[in-house]
């Protein structure tokens, strides 16, 4: 896979001193997230256009993938590609997610990590085949999301790119990038759902600051891109979709991107950083003690080195937020228990294409080990499970009649646009938390996802002790309206147990027990309902779908209902069974 470059006619790539002003507007800790890059005059044309920052990737990189390209196979997505001595450019996309991944170019860090002289030289050959493949602008490695991510790939190794380049190939690569940057200033705001839109915003202000001469472009796409960040960032840092995890995601583009505003001289605009400072409280909100973020709303396996790398820029490392007002997570800690619940309705529909029906489910860790959970999204090659992984039954919650409280909708001129089935209902969502007098956390909430179908509301009242070892909770159904025959309804309460758990009967009492990896025990019991060990599916483990065991709780409801059970610590941790550490 390697080529030769042309002798005689390279460009030197050369790091230099960050000049004074940026030095003080910078702060230590950022001043490596990114390189400035010797301006190079260009050969051919006389234009003057370069590439003069190249931002660091806070992504993890994986230098294995060198090994794995020199032995022909590509796995990218959960799929992998046998190439048979070929181009990845020329084999057919075994699914359309290792398709995206390979045109977003992010695995060029993996062999930028590998850095031996053959990972480069593969790295260089494969962007200059891509741009002789691809220069007429056409097909789907040109959806607008694709190419944001390839531009910000190819900013963010533009040192490994630029090493020993010949004119041809330099010039070859500006003129594609420039090409990019125009097709990411035409996106418009009804164009792409949400968060491909964001994308494009972010890579256009990017591609402004990186490469020279685009100062146009710069005052064009800062103010689309500080709209469009206020759009989609609420005011307490969640996201207009409720993916807990998407924070995660914008701030490993906005961290980078910020520097280089200071690169440039160039100040960060206030609404810039005050996004960044949104988004770093909520994503404390929204973990477990193992460090996991809970898998509400296509929230698929954590990724810690991400957490970490972005968590490092939070200077306060205070939580600031309970209720999440607008995005609607309420949090209840006390001691070394932590329990998040869903209290919000789903998102306006453009932007509900991931979401899950899941309102008035909880998740739960005790220590640093995860106790109660969702079964969370499926990974890029298991989206078979996708669907099911959005309906209520997937969460710890109260199902009534086999339903999901949530719709999913196929039709409609946002389901033509965006062609995913998009979610509706419940609409009237109430919540409200605090702390009792005794010191303990209460949650209170209800929502009307089945009012429609059978005209019962679900209500659910949680309480932690202030010692964090008992959680009780009550699930109520109740009429909206009387009149009419009552119709008795089947309801099954889910407690979906993470995998590193194991899930037992109680044997000398009634309920079931959760034994964590520490050998810790936790009790489950209930009045007026029978208590169910059934099987489950952990959908949000990094290396897949894997077996895991649910409590279900199940009866029959006529009239009013109200269901009370306990969830309650019976023993204490024993550190000498230990099983190693927690599983995200």
């Given at each position: 896979m390697s080529r030769q470059s042309e002798p005689g006619r390279s460009r030197e790539v050369a790091r230099i001193g960050i000049a004074a002003g940026a030095t003080r507007a910078l702060s230590s800790a950022s001043l490596s997230a990114f390189e400035r890059v010797r301006a190079l005059t260009r050969r051919s044309g006389g234009q003057g256009i370069d590439i003069v920052i190249v931002p660091q990737d806070l992504r993890t990189a994986d230098p294995s993938l060198a090994s794995e390209l020199a032995l022909g196979t590509f796995g990218l997505a959960g799929a992998f590609v046998d190439l048979g001595g070929g181009s990845p450019w020329r084999v057919k996309p075994p699914t359309p997610q290792w398709h995206d991944a390979l045109h977003g170019f992010a695995w060029l860090g993996d062999l930028r990590a590998a850095a031996t002289p053959q990972a480069l030289m593969t790295a260089r050959t494969l962007v200059s085949e891509w741009l002789l493949l691809h220069q007429n602008g056409l097909g789907e490695a040109w959806r607008p999301e694709l190419?944001?991510?390839?531009?910000?790939?190819?900013?963010?190794?533009?040192?490994?790119?630029?090493?020993?380049?010949?004119?041809?190939?330099?010039?070859?690569?500006?003129?594609?990038?420039?090409?990019?940057?125009?097709?990411?200033?035409?996106?418009?705001?009804?164009?792409?759902?949400?968060?491909?839109?964001?994308?494009?915003?972010?890579?256009?202000?990017?591609?402004?600051?990186?490469?020279?001469?685009?100062?146009?472009?710069l005052a064009a796409e800062l103010p689309r891109l500080l709209d469009e960040l206020d759009r989609q960032v609420l005011a307490d840092g969640g996201l207009i979709t409720r993916h807990p995890g998407t924070g995660v995601d914008i701030l490993l583009e906005l961290l980078p991107l910020r520097t280089c505003f200071a690169a440039r001289d160039v100040s960060v605009p206030p609404?810039?950083?005050?996004?960044?400072?949104?988004?770093?409280?909520?994503?404390?909100?929204?973990?477990?003690?193992?460090?996991?973020?809970?898998?509400?709303?296509?929230?698929?396996?954590?990724?810690?080195?991400?957490?970490?790398?972005?968590?490092?820029?939070?200077?306060?490392?205070?939580?600031?937020?309970?209720?999440?007002?607008?995005?609607?997570?309420?949090?209840?800690?006390?001691?070394?228990?932590?329990?998040?619940?869903?209290?919000?309705?789903?998102?306006?529909?453009?932007?509900?294409?991931?979401?899950?029906?899941?309102?008035?489910?909880?998740?739960?860790?005790?220590?640093?080990?995860?106790?109660?959970?969702?079964?969370?999204?499926?990974?890029?090659?298991?989206?078979?499970?996708?669907?099911?992984?959005?309906?209520?039954?997937?969460?710890?919650?109260?199902?009534?009649?086999?339903?999901?409280?949530?719709?999913?909708?196929?039709?409609?001129?946002?389901?033509?646009?965006?062609?995913?089935?998009?979610?509706?209902?419940?609409?009237?969502?109430?919540?409200?938390?605090?702390?009792?007098?005794?010191?303990?956390?209460?949650?209170?909430?209800?929502?009307?996802?089945?009012?429609?179908?059978?005209?019962?509301?679900?209500?659910?009242?949680?309480?932690?002790?202030?010692?964090?070892?008992?959680?009780?909770?009550?699930?109520?159904?109740?009429?909206?309206?009387?009149?009419?025959?009552?119709?008795?309804?089947?309801?099954?309460?889910?407690?979906?147990?993470?995998?590193?758990?194991?899930?037992?009967?109680?044997?000398?009492?009634?309920g079931g027990e959760i034994t964590l990896p520490n050998g810790e025990c936790w009790r489950l019991t209930a009045q007026t309902a029978d208590l169910n060990l059934e099987e489950s599916i952990y959908l949000a483990h990094l290396s897949g779908p894997m077996r895991s065991i649910q409590l279900v709780l199940r009866g029959t409801a006529l009239g009013e209902t109200e269901i009370r059970w306990r969830l309650e610590r019976v023993k204490a941790s024993d550190h000498r069974s230990r099983r190693g550490e927690p599983r995200t």
């Open positions: 190419a944001a991510r390839r531009a910000m790939s190819w900013l963010m190794n533009a040192g490994l790119l630029l090493q020993d380049s010949d004119s041809n190939d330099y010039d070859m690569l500006i003129s594609s990038l420039l090409t990019h940057l125009k097709l990411l200033a035409q996106v418009q705001d009804g164009a792409l759902a949400p968060e491909p839109r964001l994308l494009c915003r972010i890579a256009a202000v990017f591609g402004a600051l990186c490469v020279s001469e685009q100062d146009k472009l609404r810039f950083q005050a996004v960044i400072e949104r988004l770093l409280p909520m994503l404390r909100h929204v973990r477990l003690g193992d460090g996991s973020i809970v898998r509400f709303n296509g929230m698929p396996g954590t990724q810690p080195d991400r957490i970490a790398a972005v968590l490092a820029y939070d200077e306060r490392r205070a939580f600031e937020l309970e209720a999440a007002p607008q995005t609607r997570y309420v949090r209840l800690q006390r001691r070394q228990s932590i329990v998040v619940i869903d209290a919000g309705p789903p998102p306006p529909l453009e932007s509900s294409s991931e979401s899950h029906a899941g309102c008035l489910a909880f998740e739960m860790s005790a220590g640093r080990y995860p106790l109660i959970v969702n079964c969370g999204a499926p990974g890029p090659a298991d989206q078979d499970w996708r669907l099911q992984a959005r309906a209520t039954a997937s969460h710890s919650t109260l199902v009534l009649g086999d339903q999901s409280s949530g719709r999913l909708v196929r039709e409609g001129a946002v389901y033509d646009r965006l062609g995913v089935p998009l979610l509706a209902d419940p609409v009237r969502v109430e919540s409200a938390a605090g702390a009792a007098e005794d010191g303990a956390a209460e949650f209170r909430g209800s929502h009307d996802g089945y009012v429609s179908r059978t005209n019962i509301v679900h209500s659910r009242v949680l309480r932690l002790t202030p010692q964090g070892d008992r959680l009780d909770g009550a699930d109520r159904l109740h009429r909206l309206e009387r009149g009419g025959t009552e119709k008795r309804m089947t309801y099954a309460i889910h407690f979906h147990a993470h995998p590193s758990a194991r899930v037992t009967r109680a044997r000398d009492a009634d």
